[in-house]
């Protein structure tokens, strides 16, 4: 309630604070309130307040507009609360801080890629993967397009691995890896480890495709060449390249078709100049 230039500010989000800015020389005041749930569990504030006689102008202030808000704003708090426990631990007993891998997991409902980094290390970005090829694929699709908000420490996270789980082939279990390694995607094992097979294993453990995901310039990889109907477009042949920490460039070119097909990257694709020698 606005009496004067005395204010009473009502805001309400994820933790409800209420500010009393009012005097009580301006004739207004809180002088009640009390916290509760209704009968779905949504926190309700009621206030009593008193006013001046005559014009009195109530704000209502909610910083959250949105369900992205809410996301945001309650995951952000936890990183905070984790940030902030850590470091109390290490303090309180003597021994250097070992911060903790935040995870997000809200299944890309409400656009993590765009607020994630405030809040956490990580952020899924899609559905449950299931251990099935249109599974797999629908999430490379979804995933790879947001290769501008990936970075060092701040991560879209396509779900587990799904080599070695269900009726994927070896062919489609290699493809499955090396996507997943070049969108710089953290790589979970998602079967048993004690039963996998030797084939499993060579996939799982490949060295070379570790080290791109493993590279520390944390650049995610992007399409740079679709080589059935043009740039950036979804396709079953296409090519994905993504920038090394030692100026190297990681090429990535997958052909999703039954038959066989005829791909090419050239330094113009890869937007290099001719003669760079790299």
Sequence with gaps: AQMDGAILVVAASDG?????EMSEEAGGYIYNYEYGKDSIG???VNV???FLKGFNTIKFNNPVGSRMDSAARQYTNMGRELKRATKEYA???GVEEKPICYSICEWGLNQPWKWGSRAGNLWRTTPDIKPIWASMIGIYEANVRLYKHACVGSWNDPDMLEVGVGSLTMEENRTHFSLWA???SPLMIGCDIRSMSEATRAIL?????IAINQDGAGRMAFRIYDGNTGWNDPAQSFVLGRLMENGDIAIGLFNLADGACCQHVSTENLGLAVGTGR
Excluded: A, F, S
């Design 48 to 50: 009593k307040i008193g």
């Design 91 to 93: 303090e309180k007993n």
């Design 42 to 44: 949504r926190i309700t």
């Design 16 to 20: 409800v604070i209420l500010t009393d």
């Design 182 to 184: 070049m969108m710089n």
């Design 205 to 209: 453990l490949n060295p070379e495709v």
